[in-house]
Each structure stands twice: as structure tokens, then as C-alpha cells.
């Protein structure tokens, strides 16, 4: 069956990296293009970061721009997302998602906090 499972969520201080991984199995990962969505307490999800199947192109929301970098293992059926300079209001569950047209695959989600 299809699974998405992300890891390397955690507390880090302000300022600090982290650095998710998203494992999927059950398809044809080369395929879909990937995301990193999160949600904040409250707050409706918000698409972090995306890259295309083959990894020939990647964007950012803007808060995150310049500051987390999405990548991907074809061959490890992996995706990641570095994330630098990290800041309070960086805290939510990060979920991964893999998509085509029609169709959209979820990860349970990774808890990431952000607090001195």
C-alpha cells in the first residue's frame, strides 16, 4: 500500500536546522512531484515547498524562501527538506505529499518546534 512516512521533526532553538525525510513506498515515486506542506495550531495548511518529479524545478512559499531547500532521491524513493535560520512561527506539523493530476498521497506529519 501506499505510504509517506516523514521523520527528523523535533525542538530546536531559534535560529537552528533541521532536516525532514520523507520515505514513500506503494508507487511509482519518480513520477509525482513532491511537497512539504505544514499547519500551525489554528491555522490552515500552508504549501512550504515543492519540486517536480524529475527535480528540474522547486519553489518556496515566501516565508521560507532562501531559507529551506527541498530535494529528492529518485533512486532512494526520498525527499527532503533542509531547513536553516529557523523561527518561532516555522512551528507545525510538516506533512509530506506526493501529487499528480487527480491524485494526492499524505504522510502523517512530523512535529516541528521552534522555542528557546
Known amino acids: 500500500q501506499v505510504q509517506l512516512v516523514e521523520s527528523g521533526g523535533g525542538l530546536v532553538q531559534p535560529g537552528g536546522s533541521l532536516r525532514l525525510s520523507c520515505a514513500a513506498s506503494g508507487f511509482t515515486f519518480s513520477i509525482y512531484g513532491m511537497r512539504w506542506y505544514r499547519q500551525a495550531p489554528g491555522k490552515e495548511r500552508e504549501l512550504v515547498a515543492a519540486v517536480t518529479n524529475g527535480a528540474e524545478i522547486t519553489n518556496y512559499a515566501d516565508s521560507v524562501q532562501g531559507r529551506f531547500s527541498i530535494s529528492r532521491d529518485n533512486g532512494k524513493n526520498m525527499v527532503h527538506l533542509q531547513m536553516n535560520s529557523l523561527k518561532p512561527e516555522d512551528t507545525a506539523v510538516y506533512y509530506c505529499?506526493?501529487?499528480?493530476?487527480?491524485?494526492?498521497?499524505w504522510g502523517q506529519g512530523t512535529q516541528v518546534t521552534v522555542s528557546s
Open positions: 505529499n506526493a501529487y499528480r493530476p487527480g491524485i494526492a498521497y
